[in-house]
Structures are given as C-alpha cells and as structure tokens.
C-alpha cells in the first residue's frame, strides 16, 4: 500500500537479507557527505559503446508507445539501474545509475504508462528525487518524452499547477551538472518542468525527431483552423493537413536548436557516448548561489 499507494516507501523487499543488500547498494551510489562527489566505479563498460538498435526505440506514429526502460538499460554502465520508487507514479521512472563510472541520476518520462505525462504524483516524486540528487552531488540526467500535464478536474482541484512547480523548482535549485535529452515529444510547460534550458540545463541534446512546442499538432489544428474544419466538406482531411502544416512550421527540431533551445541534434545509438562526454566536460562545474538561508519551495 505504501509503496505503490502513497509513496511513502521507496524502496521494498521480500525479507530481511534482500532488504539489506538493497541498502549496500543504494549507498553505493552516495558520497559519505556532501562535502563530496558521488563515487565512481568503473564495470568496464567502453564509453564510446553504441547501440544501434536505438534508432529503431520510437515507434513512427507518435501515439504508439515504447518502454522507456530500454533506452535507460542501453545507455547505463552494465546495464545496472536501481529504480526509486518503483510502483508509485509509474509514469515518472527515477533512479540511479552510472555513466563512464560516474554515478547519475536519472529522471525519464514513460510513455509505456499514462503516455508519460506529468501529474501532481509524478511531478512531487520527480522532484524529491532531484532535491536528493542535487543534496549528495549526484548529476542530473532527464529523458524527455512528455505530451503534458494530465488534465482533468481532479488534478485540477487537487493542486497540480502546486505540484508541478516543485519540479520546477527542484530543477532550478539544483547545482550539480544537468544533461537532457529528448527523446521523442516536450510540449507546454511540461517542456519546461523537464529540465529545460530556460530553466538553465548545462546541456540540452534531442534525437533527430522530437517534436518541441506549446502543444500538440492535433489540438494546436483543432483550436487555431477550426472554424476551417467545420465548414470543411471533409473535416479529417483538412485536419490532417492542418496538423502536418503546423508540425512542419513551428514542431521541427531543428528550428528549436536554431533558436538556441537545443544544443546538438544527436543520432539515438551514440546517446551513452554523448552523454558521457559532457559529463567530463561538466565534471567541475561550480555555482555561486544567492545569499540566503535557503529558497521557498511550493509545499
């Protein structure tokens, strides 16, 4: 109940002895204060591995869905990911693993559960993760592929703008080195909450087909050409011409990296290989943050 429920547990195990071997290895990924990096450990996993079958993950039609899970397996040292919070808010995967021996953590969107969009639970589960990141000197890696914020009266009316701003502000609080990568889709302010460069990411890489914008190209048709489409003597026909007229003008991926949004258009299979590069790159990143006792996240 607590683990899947509430959320309360974040981790569970069938006895004693698997309960503390999940402890050892938690620690593992934890410098001894925060005074410290995180430790690495190297499981002799070639840092410029590919994988091709990632140009394959995204399914064509953008409404299919995929397990996010193999993209992170694929990219991990070994093939080693420790999932946090495994059964509650399944739509949000986080956890840890390790890049080139560095130890990260992960926060992705799973399109295999709600389509990947952001809720009041995914959104506080993500963000406590990045706090606790952020607190032991952990990097930040996020693999984007979010539609949006789930909509609904019930989200609504139990706070979800609130919610989704604590991820806002873990992100923006974080110091550590932030990489994102999107995978297939950032639309909205979902874009933003998942660790985009307006919200200062060092890094911003997407795959070659991501669509980035205010919304959707179906419901961006419906609202902007609809009086079109209703006078239309075919409406579907005219809505699906609407639809590939917007994604070609304001959904490509490259007019975003044009605009200073994306910093590299990168190719699926050399995704580990990026990521560990810029991981170097940003290996004594420092901040200077305000002098005050501490900020006011939305609780």
């Not at 997407?206 to 079109?228: C, D, H, L, N, Q």
């Not at 809505?239 to 990296?257: C, G, K, P, W």
């Not at 560990?276 to 501490?294: N, W």
């Amino acid at each position: 109940m607590h683990a899947s429920k509430s959320g309360v547990a974040h981790f569970t195990a069938p006895n004693d002895v698997l309960c503390l071997r999940k402890i050892c290895r938690l620690f593992g990924y934890l410098p001894s204060n925060n005074r410290q990096r995180a430790p690495m450990l190297d499981l002799q996993d070639q840092a410029d591995r590919t994988d091709p079958a990632l140009d394959y993950l995204v399914p064509e039609n953008p409404n299919q869905t995929y397990d996010m899970n193999i993209l992170i397996h694929s990219i991990l040292d070994g093939a080693e990911f420790m999932e946090v919070q495994a059964g509650f808010a399944r739509n949000v995967i986080c956890g840890f693993g390790r890049l080139g021996g560095q130890a990260v953590g992960l926060v992705a969107n799973q399109p295999a559960v709600l389509a990947g969009v952001l809720d009041s639970d995914s959104s506080t589960k993500a963000a406590r993760f990045v706090r606790f990141c952020d607190a032991f000197n952990i990097p930040l890696i996020s693999l984007v592929d979010v539609p949006g914020f789930m909509p609904g009266p019930d989200q609504e009316h139990g706070g979800i703008i609130r919610h989704g701003a604590k991820l806002l502000c873990a992100f923006i609080d974080a110091m550590v080195p932030r990489i994102s990568v999107i995978v297939r889709k950032s639309y909205g302010d979902a874009y933003l909450m998942m660790n985009s460069k307006h919200i200062n990411c060092n890094v911003n890489y997407t795959w070659p087909s991501p669509e980035i914008a205010v919304m959707g190209p179906k419901g961006a048709a419906e609202v902007i050409y609809r009086r079109e489409i209703q006078a239309a003597k075919d409406p579907e026909a005219v809505l699906n011409q609407r639809m590939e007229d917007y994604r070609s003008r304001f959904v490509n991926t490259f007019l975003a990296a044009k605009r200073g949004y994306i910093d590299d258009v990168i190719f699926p299979r050399d995704t580990r290989h990026r990521l560990i590069r810029t991981l170097q790159v940003l290996e004594g990143k420092t901040v200077k943050g305000p002098e005050r006792k501490h900020g006011n996240i939305p609780l």
